[in-house]
């Protein structure tokens, strides 16, 4: 079992940014990978941008040259610094990690951008 706790979440407007940080519970982090995910009101949840167990990262076209995943395998963490932030970006945001065939959820961190 995997435990994963956002935060960094918050209002802030357009143009500006914010960083999220997801932290996991475990002794095995370095070899999960770990995803971030957004869901907006009235739309699917989608994924926002992953980064593997050797650091390879993948981004949605729509945050790409803007968001920026990193982990830290020391600290069991894994953070998503959002730049150039946009209204559309308002979401809940969601870390999730994958391990060993299984998926776990965090409880998710709002993200409103608006002036």
């Known amino acids: 079992q995997v435990q994963l706790v956002e935060s960094g979440g918050g209002l802030v407007q357009p143009g500006g940014s914010l960083r999220l940080s997801c932290a996991a519970s475990?002794?095995?982090?370095?070899?999960?990978?770990m995803g971030w995910y957004r869901q907006a009101p009235g739309k699917e949840r989608e994924l926002v941008a992953t980064?593997?167990?050797?650091?390879?990262?993948n981004y949605a076209d729509s945050v790409k040259g803007r968001f920026f995943i990193f982990r830290d395998n020391a600290k069991n963490t894994a953070d998503l610094q959002m730049n150039s932030l946009k209204p559309e970006d308002t979401a809940v945001y969601y870390c999730?990690?994958?391990?060993?065939?299984?998926?776990?959820w965090g409880q998710g961190t709002q993200v409103t951008v608006s002036s």
């Open positions: 999730r990690c994958s391990a060993v065939g299984n998926l776990y």
């Open positions: 475990g002794s095995f982090f370095r070899l999960y990978t």
């Open positions: 980064i593997s167990s050797d650091g390879n990262s």
